[in-house]
């Protein structure tokens, strides 16, 4: 079923809830008391799963590079921790999707991270790809929308996408081109597009630190649980397995899917010892984790 979905159209009431945002991440008692009901809602819901379980989310970036300026990524052409030039082999990906078939992966495949998709001019090709192999999986991506219009999201959709998330970076609310295009010709799309109005300059996270608009670091690790090493698997452009999709610098390498398949660099001991320190809520015993303040529910479809 084809769809537009609009989220924070109302530029005022998103402003408000940002502001809502940054006063309790400065107010160090509401910050630790918010962490604790998540906490106490993300224990309740069994997201931290036991060690013999696969992840269910499985985050693909078939291309290192973003071509946003968004100054709280770490990713932006601002701070440029990655190349434009940096390309999944197409054999790579096909190694990463044979293992999900002979895996019998069911969760979700997500065709980004900490990059653009759609600078990769192969992704419908390898979208179609993929969905030869995981007839019954759920493929998503986001998107700065930049570079989609109408045709490009249909192509993606006939080639098995079920979703796009669009972020609209603009401080003042104001469509980019591209995504007026979507929204004047939103009744020819042929698949689920969720629209979502974003600040180009808001703060969320630290992103493990690693986010350059972050005014708050941690003075020590918080001592809450973090779910997204026990969920979700990250495979960059060569390979490369971070412990999660926060580090978009690689600090933080479980293995690389050249050199090892994907079951066992998630079975490793290395990946078990850090999800049973992040399950206990022990953030001092991974680098990146004893600066980061992240603290997410599982999302399989990435909203």
Not at 180 to 196: A, F, Q, R, T
Request: charged share 25%.
């Amino acid at each position: 079923m084809a769809m537009l979905i609009i989220r924070n159209k109302n530029r005022e009431i998103y402003g408000l809830k940002s502001k809502i945002r940054k006063y309790c991440r400065h107010n160090r008692f509401v910050f630790n008391t918010l962490l604790r009901m998540k906490e106490l809602i993300i224990k309740k819901g069994a997201a931290c799963q036991g060690e013999d379980k696969l992840f269910d989310k499985i985050y693909i970036e078939t291309v290192s590079y973003c071509n946003n300026d968004c100054p709280f990524c770490a990713a932006s052409v601002k701070v440029g921790i990655k190349r434009p030039g940096d390309f999944m082999q197409e054999a790579l990906f096909m190694k990463i999707i044979t293992e999900l078939k002979d895996i019998s992966f069911s969760g979700s495949v997500a065709f980004h991270c900490n990059n653009e998709p759609l600078l990769d001019s192969r992704l419908v090709f390898l979208i179609k790809k993929a969905r030869g192999l995981l007839k019954g999986n759920y493929f998503y991506l986001y998107t700065n929308g930049i570079l989609l219009n109408v045709k490009l999201a249909n192509d993606l959709f006939e080639a098995g996408l079920n979703r796009i998330i669009l972020n609209n970076y603009n401080d003042e609310f104001k469509p980019l081109p591209s995504v007026k295009d979507i929204l004047n010709n939103s009744g020819d799309l042929k698949g689920e597009v969720i629209l979502n109005y974003r600040f180009k300059k808001e703060y969320l996270q630290n992103r493990a630190g690693q986010n350059p608009y972050a005014d708050i670091l941690l003075k020590k690790p918080l001592d809450v649980l973090c779910v997204r090493p026990s969920r979700e698997m990250v495979v960059g452009y060569d390979g490369t397995v971070p412990l999660c999709c926060v580090d978009a610098a690689w600090k933080a390498v479980m293995g690389n899917v050249k050199e090892a398949r994907l079951e066992d660099i998630w079975f490793s001991d290395l990946f078990k010892n850090a999800r049973k320190l992040l399950a206990a809520g022990d953030r001092r015993g991974v680098e990146i984790c004893r600066l980061c303040d992240a603290l997410n529910f599982s999302a399989p479809k990435g909203i």
